[in-house]
């Protein structure tokens, strides 16, 4: 994937185990952003697209987003391999969910890949996209690097 403007954010969510959050907003792209891109770019840095498990990491991760505006926001949930069977691209639990009023749907039948709708400067829930697609809102992605604070 390769950005022509991507715009970082440090942004510092954690609870017991820190991590450090890298949020890239996709304004201008060469190619069209796709979850699967950015995956692969969050691995290659040596992250992953980021896990909610917990309503306090998600209320974290949202006062960290004030500011950006209207913006769906990928994250590091699929149900690629089989329909319905949602998990993180880590070995985490999916225990803690919070979807959207009918989501996932699964819309199109193409539809596999986690979003946070990030509306009004609030989490308004999570969707289900599909991989690329000309979208309503900007696009971005949030990378999680795992690490102690000392």
Known sequence: MLLLTPTFH????????SELILLIEATKVIEELAWTSAKALAQSLGGHLVTITTKNEELA????LDGIGNT????G???YEREGDWHWVTAEGFN???WASTQPDNAGGTEHFGQIYF?????K???D???TGDFQYKLAYIIEFDYLWN
């Open 72 to 75: 769906y926001v990928f994250m």
């Open 119 to 123: 509306i009004d400067n609030q989490i």
């Open 77 to 79: 949930a699929t149900d």
């Open 10 to 17: 440090i942004l510092h969510c954690g609870s017991l185990q």
């Open 125 to 127: 829930g999570w969707n």
């Open 96 to 98: 803690y969910q919070n």
């Open 129 to 131: 996209l599909p991989n």
């Open 61 to 64: 991760i949202e006062r960290a």
